[in-house]
């Protein structure tokens, strides 16, 4: 197996994870407002923008550096770095899904209040795709 450039890995993951954080904060703020209601949780506060905190944070940042080591690992396995992105965004993706679901039904949280967003592929998509840019650029 070829040597993984560990730091690299890390610094462009927690480029994505950040990617991540601020895309996806667009777009709960845009079509999550239900569901922060329905959770509880970090409601909107009177200017419009959702508090989290930095366990979050740092949690969707330790997804991003994961999804970049999932996508340099997947890499070699594809013809082009765009299927590997695609591969490791879907993954990432699937794996937040299925842990929010465990606390959407544990929570009693109404289904129809998530389905918005499953459109936070979106925003790991971008993110991976970042991430992935930035890895494949050639240290001088």
Not at 7 to 18: M, Y
Not at 46 to 63: M, N, P, S
Request: proline share 3%.
């Amino acid at each position: 197996m070829r040597f993984l450039n560990l730091l690299r890995i890390i610094l462009c993951g927690l480029v994505s994870g950040t990617v991540f954080s601020l895309v996806n904060a667009v777009l709960v703020d845009k079509i999550g407002s239900e569901f922060l209601a329905a959770a509880g949780a970090h409601t909107a506060t009177g200017d419009g923008t959702a508090k989290t905190g930095l366990g979050l944070y740092l949690a969707t940042v330790a997804a991003g550096i994961w999804a970049m080591w999932l996508y340099t690992v997947v890499r070699p396995l594809f013809s082009s770095g765009f299927g590997a992105a695609i591969a490791a965004s879907l993954a990432w993706w699937l794996l937040a899904s299925l842990q929010s679901l465990k606390w959407i039904l544990l929570l009693g949280i109404p289904l129809s209040a998530c389905v918005p967003l499953t459109a936070n592929v979106v925003p790991t998509v971008i993110a991976v795709f970042v991430g992935s840019f930035l890895l494949s650029l050639k240290s001088s």
